[in-house]
T-cell receptor, first 114, second 114 residues
Framework: AQSVTQLDSQVPVFEEAPVELRCNYS??????LFWYVQYPNQGLQLLLK??????LVKGINGFEAEFNKSQTSFHLRKPSVHISDTAEYFC????????????FGKGTKLTVNP | NAGVTQTPKFRVLKTGQSMTLLCAQD?????MYWYRQDPGMGLRLIHY???????AKGEVPDGYNVSRLKKQNFLLGLESAAPSQTSVYFC?????????????FGPGTRLTVT
């Protein structure tokens, strides 16, 4: 079974500052890793994913994440945030066995202040 | 394409009442999922389906039933609602075998049980 830990429940930052949202996972098998974003009163949409290959993956809206197998981490970063990045961010893991079920972390609420 | 749609958007039930939530997708996806989202808990998988006529339990299936009579629809039923089922329910779908592993989410149904 897999599990995901998002180390910060809330992250406040100022506009144009860099941000890192931390995610660690636990699994006995190889996994795929995802970051989803949820804007207020909306469903979730995919930001980026790691399936294989380069450990640095780039997503939409200027976000990127780095897969670190030895540290079982998949931290999300953005060099300069905007007010519009205010949202909740979820890290998720799926095993490579084909069921495609996602296990989500509890989420990190990013608030960008002017 | 409408993507993933959910009906209704909001509902208030009294304890013991029953209801059915409808999820529809127009992307010809094989896999469909029902999640519930509670504050500070992230998303938890209730039931999922890997094809028409097949369903399986997720992490929190108790008190819910599902049916997938048509490929494009996935129904979630509450036979006897309880206050603990107050939550936001999300449906998602994904296309198996395309190597994208992305789940597409609906806008959610906010259910309150009094």
């Amino acid at each position: 079974a897999q599990s995901v830990t998002q180390l910060d429940s809330q992250v406040p930052v100022f506009e144009e500052a860099p941000v890192e949202l931390r995610c660690n996972y636990s699994s006995s098998v190889s996994v795929y890793l995802f970051w989803y974003v949820q804007y207020p009163n909306q469903g979730l949409q995919l930001l980026l994913k790691y399936l294989s290959g380069s450990t640095l993956v780039k997503g939409i809206n200027g976000f990127e994440a780095e897969f670190n197998k030895s540290q079982t981490s998949f931290h999300l970063r953005k060099p300069s945030v905007h007010i519009s990045d205010t949202a909740e961010y979820f890290c998720a893991v799926s095993d490579q066995g084909g069921s495609e079920k996602l296990v989500f972390g509890k989420g990190t609420k990013l608030t960008v202040n002017p | 394409n409408a993507g993933v749609t959910q009906t209704p958007k909001f509902r208030v039930l009294k304890t013991g009442q029953s209801m059915t939530l409808l999820c529809a997708q127009d992307m010809n996806h094989e896999y469909m999922y029902w999640y519930r989202q509670d504050p500070g808990m992230g998303l938890r998988l209730i039931h999922y389906s890997v094809g028409e006529g097949t369903t399986a339990k997720g992490e929190v299936p108790d008190g819910y039933n599902v049916s997938r009579l048509k490929k494009q629809n996935f129904l979630l039923g509450l036979e006897s609602a309880a206050p603990s089922q107050t939550s936001v329910y999300f449906c998602a779908s994904s296309s198996h075998g395309t190597s994208t592993y992305e789940q597409y989410f609906g806008p959610g149904t906010r259910l309150t049980v009094t």
